[in-house]
Nanobody, 123 residues
Framework: VQLQASGGGLVQAGGSLRLSCAASRRTFSNNGMGWFRQAPGKEREFVAA????????SYADSVKGRFTISRDNAKNALYLEMNNLEPEDTAVYFC?????????????????WGQGTQVTVSS
């Protein structure tokens, strides 16, 4: 396993969670990273991306202003701070490492994927 996502759980609407993604066996400090999510019966969708140094971030419109992506290259770790959660945020969340230095919203630009962590938001 090279990427391991954790931190998911059950939370009420309006609550917060912090997801973490730990990399092992290799470093991803030169790669863009991203978070994606997949709800039952739906395609995997982009959530947020961050560049290799962390100076550039991008977000899906649905999470902008509520979620914050960050990384700590010294720890080889990626994070997603999720605030003001909504039932529509319920999904399995995946972290991924991009082929290049900048992440993107396209799944095809990523070649390493974590196994996912479940986030459930109750109304």
């Amino acid at each position: 396993v090279q990427l391991q996502a954790s931190g998911g759980g059950l939370v009420q609407a309006g609550g917060s969670l912090r997801l973490s993604c730990a990399a092992s066996r290799r470093t991803f400090s030169n790669n863009g990273m991203g978070w994606f999510r997949q709800a039952p019966g739906k395609e995997r969708e982009f959530v947020a991306a961050i560049s290799w140094r962390g100076e550039s971030t991008s977000y899906a419109d649905s999470v902008k202003g509520r979620f914050t992506i960050s990384r700590d290259n010294a720890k080889n770790a990626l994070y997603l701070e999720m605030n003001n959660l909504e039932p529509e945020d319920t999904a399995v969340y995946f972290c991924a490492a991009a082929r290049k230095a900048y992440g993107s919203k396209f799944t095809g630009d990523y070649n390493y994927w974590g196994q996912g962590t479940q986030v459930t938001v109750s109304s």
